[in-house]
T-cell receptor
Framework: ETGVTQTPRHLVMGMTNKKSLKCEQH?????MYWYKQSAKKPLELMFV???????ENNSVPSRFSPECPNSSHLFLHLHTLQPEDSALYLC??????????????FGPGTRLTVT | KNEVEQSPQNLTAQEGEFITINCSYS?????LHWLQQHPGGGIVSLFM???GKKKHGRLIATINIQEKHSSLHITASHPRDSAVYIC?????????????FGKGTLLTVNP
């Protein structure tokens, strides 16, 4: 699936580092999402952007900072993370709408390890 | 207790067997999704349904809104079907974008 790409695929960072995850979608969608998937836990929605405006912030700590410069690109800036933030971070995109649910298309994910 | 419960958590089958994975949810919903996640992380949407039944190849998804229950069936299973299958729901009246996910069912199909 090349509709949604994520870089890097793997990232190891120390607790004092600053890094960014990048997501790009080539599907012409207007909504983009960040999810966190920890071991043995369900997927958790972190942020949603609709037409570049943040519409959801699911009580995410401020050490995670999203940025959506346009409808095709989404970033997740990371700083002073904790070991418990180690997880698979998934980006997704979909059409945007207020009256119906659209399918979400996922990227391959970034496997993050915080040491 | 998670709003979305899947069973079983783990399932091992022999190639060719008929497989059923179940999903129960506790809230009113406007849509239910079945997703497939292969080792390595990538997630693919299999079905999105709000009533009745959908079929795609060897995969069949059904939903009973009154009983708040959905099933995913795989006919003539194959080792390449080995993956985690995830159920997710969009609550009716809730955010248009927020899905609540089950923990997933790990399916292993042996040759």
């Amino acid at each position: 699936e090349t509709g949604v790409t994520q870089t890097p695929r793997h990232l190891v960072m120390g607790m004092t580092n600053k890094k960014s995850l990048k997501c790009e979608q080539h599907l012409g969608h207007n909504a983009m999402y960040w999810y966190k998937q920890s071991a043995k836990k369900p997927l958790e929605l972190m942020f949603v952007y609709n037409f570049k405006e943040q519409t959801e912030n699911n009580s995410v700590p401020s050490r995670f900072s999203p940025e959506c410069p346009n409808s095709s690109h989404l970033f997740l800036h990371l700083h002073t993370l904790q070991p418990e933030d180690s997880a698979l971070y998934l980006c997704a995109s979909s059409q945007a709408g207020t009256s119906r649910t659209y399918e979400q298309y996922f990227g391959p994910g970034t496997r993050l390890t915080v040491t | 207790k998670n709003e979305v419960e899947q069973s079983p958590q783990n399932l091992t089958a022999q190639e060719g067997e008929f497989i059923t994975i179940n999903c129960s949810y506790s809230v009113g919903i406007s849509a239910l999704h079945w997703l497939q996640q292969h080792p390595g992380g990538g997630i693919v949407s299999l079905f999105m349904l709000s009533s009745g039944k959908k079929k795609h190849g060897r995969l069949i998804a059904t939903i009973n809104i009154q009983e708040k229950h959905s099933s995913l069936h795989i006919t003539a299973s194959h080792p390449r079907d080995s993956a985690v299958y995830i159920c997710a729901v969009r609550s009716s009246g809730g955010s248009n974008y927020k899905l609540t996910f089950g923990k997933g069912t790990l399916l292993t199909v042996n040759p």
